[in-house]
């Protein structure tokens, strides 16, 4: 992962810091840590990372309306 991991506000950053001193003195299990630091951090990904999502072997896109029936 090289995005660089950031709170999405103050208020969840004091909640994940909290949440991460619980974990460490064990108050808090290591699965609901997880489910607190997807509730409070998001990940900034590189505008050169995200056109390189498409697998290597496709050659093609598909769209919203390709999944449409």
Known sequence: ???K???KS???EAVH???SDLHRLGFINKRK???LEAL???ID???KKTQ???PKNCSTYLTGKDWKH
Do not use: Q, Y
Request: charged share 20%; with cysteine; proline share 4%.
């Open 40 to 42: 409070c951090l998001t």
């Open 5 to 7: 991991v950031k709170a």
């Open 52 to 54: 390189a999502v498409r």
């Open 17 to 19: 810091e909290t949440s």
């Open 45 to 47: 990904v590189p505008e």
């Open 33 to 35: 840590m997880h489910e």
């Open 1 to 3: 992962m090289t995005g």
């Open 10 to 12: 103050c208020i969840l």
